[in-house]
């Protein structure tokens, strides 16, 4: 079973900065991918950040330049670091690991965690 805890939300004013955590139970180098969506009332979850086992990444174009995504495979956890915060930017952040088994893709999700950006 694989469990993805999300820590680091928080209000914060436009032009700061966050970073959001994501703690996986076990190795990520198991995951394909990992990533970072978030959802605003409203609104469909979006993809924000996608990290690939080989490396490669995957911004969302309102992201990009601000917010970087990293993993720390000693401490089996993967970063959101978000700069220049816009009161856009605020939702609730999910992580998202993909595995791939027997040709099929499998999808585990965190509980999320709340980002609000002030004006």
């Known amino acids: 079973q694989v469990q993805l805890v999300e820590s680091g939300g928080g209000l914060v004013q436009a032009g700061g900065s966050l970073r959001l955590s994501c703690a996986a139970s076990?190795?990520?180098?198991?995951?394909?991918?990992m990533g970072w969506y978030r959802q605003a009332p409203g609104k469909q979850r979006e993809l924000v950040a996608a990290l690939t086992r080989g490396g490669i990444t995957n911004y969302a174009d309102s992201v990009k330049g601000r917010f970087t995504i990293s993993r720390d495979y000693a401490k089996n956890t993967v970063y959101l670091q978000m700069s220049s915060l816009k009161p856009e930017d605020t939702a609730v952040y999910y992580c998202?690991?993909?595995?791939?088994?027997?040709?099929?893709?499998?999808?585990?999700w965190g509980q999320g965690t709340q980002v609000t950006v002030s004006s």
């Open positions: 076990g190795s990520i180098f198991r995951f394909n991918t």
């Open positions: 998202n690991a993909g595995v791939m088994s027997d040709s099929l893709l499998y999808d585990y």
